[in-house]
């Protein structure tokens, strides 16, 4: 069955850095665009990045532009998103997710797998 399970969560102050890995297994990976997505507290889901199948492509939401990276290594069915200068903001569970669908950036409805996320807390 397809998995995607990502790791590298963890409770960190404002300013520091943290990279998040999304391991998928189950689907052909290359096929596939990879996103990132968190739920902050309280909050809906919202989109943070996404890469292209090759990975050279990205595109990020506004609010983390210029802070965080997102790669891939086809080689190793994974997906990462580097995170630095971390806000208190970035609070969340971020979440990987896969689309076979070209032309999906932020509909939560056009990926076709998710993993079970990884929590993020940031502290002042």
């Known amino acids: 069955q397809v998995q995607l399970v990502e790791s590298g969560g963890g409770l960190v102050q404002a300013g520091d850095s943290l990279r998040l890995s999304c391991a998928a297994s189950?689907?052909?990976?290359?096929?596939?665009?990879m996103g990132w997505f968190r739920r902050p507290p309280g909050k809906e889901r919202e989109f943070v990045a996404i890469?292209?199948?090759?990975?050279?492509?990205?595109s990020y939401a506004d609010s983390v532009k210029g802070r965080f990276t997102i790669s891939r290594d086809n080689a190793k069915n994974t997906v990462y998103l580097q995170m630095s200068s971390l806000k208190v903001e970035d609070t969340a569970v971020y979440y990987c997710?896969?689309?076979?669908?070209?032309?999906?950036?932020?509909?939560?409805?056009?990926?076709?797998?998710w993993g079970q996320g990884t929590q993020v807390t940031v502290s002042s």
């Open positions: 189950g689907i052909t990976f290359s096929s596939y665009r």
């Open positions: 890469i292209t199948r090759g990975g050279i492509s990205t």
């Open positions: 997710a896969a689309t076979s669908r070209n032309g999906v950036r932020e509909e939560l409805h056009g990926y076709d797998y």
